[in-house]
């Protein structure tokens, strides 16, 4: 069975460590916020100037105000930094980010992603994305693992305009967990009841498999 939104994010929280400075991408990986480990000290960072994220909002505690860069409403811990964008970049260029969650449309074997548009299709621009990809060391790129047409997302050569080059390493999909090994993807982990030949048929990319593979384990 694939994994929900909520479970990839939770999967994806498991790989925090205490004190790192965090940056989480539009979509799937915000909710990466509601699962932080209990007394894990995480500093969550937003490219348009906030250091210091908390979880959503609760109804009483909504500030209109208060937005992450998909201008999703949020709080501030204790501690939180608010400044500007040139400063949030800066920091971001610096390569004082150490891990950012990401999503994607496709990625291939040798690390490249493409996350920022489809041809024809209208689009915003590219935002943080390139300065992300390209100030970090540490990325984690969540997705599904197919269209919904069931074409692979996972692939030899990214068909789409590339966010960035040789830069990932790590991939989190709703049926499997892969690194990114000498031109290849590495089976890791599966999603529980998902078989390795379901992943297998829809992964693209080549693909090496482990004698054993673990099912991932949800409380």
């Known amino acids: 069975m694939a994994l929900t939104r909520e479970q990839m994010a939770q999967r ?17 990986p915000t909710l990466v916020a509601n699962y932080v480990p209990d007394g894990m000290d995480v500093m969550l960072q937003s490219e348009n100037g906030l250091l210091g994220m908390g979880a ?18 949020v709080t501030a811990r204790k501690g939180a930094s608010i400044f500007n964008s040139a400063d949030s ?12 969650v990401l999503g994607a449309f496709e990625v291939d074997i ?16 590219m935002g943080g994305a390139m300065d992300l990809v390209a100030g970090a060391e540490n990325i984690i790129v969540i997705m ?18 590339l966010t960035g080059a040789g830069c990932i390493k790590r991939v989190l999909t709703d049926l499997a967990y892969l690194e990114i090994e000498n031109g290849a993807f590495v089976l890791k982990e599966r999603a529980p ?14 693909l090496i498999v482990p004698e054993h593979v673990p099912e991932m384990v949800f409380a």
């Not at 994806?12 to 799937?28: K, S, T």
């Not at 009841?193 to 080549?206: F, H, L, M, P, R």
């Open 56 to 73: 959503f909002p609760t109804e009483a505690e909504l500030d209109a105000d208060m937005i992450n860069a998909g201008k999703q409403t």
């Open 110 to 125: 040798d690390g490249n992603i493409a996350s920022w548009m489809i041809p024809g299709k209208l689009v915003k621009g």
């Open 193 to 206: 009841g998902v078989s390795v030949e379901e992943i297998v048929a829809k992964t693209e990319g080549k």
């Open 144 to 161: 599904t693992h197919a269209s919904k047409d069931g074409a692979s997302k996972l692939l030899t050569k990214c068909s789409l305009p």
């Open 89 to 100: 970049f800066a920091m971001i260029r610096g390569g004082h980010v150490d891990l950012t």
């Open 12 to 28: 994806v929280a498991r790989e925090l460590q205490d004190g790192f400075y965090v940056n989480l991408g539009i979509g799937i």
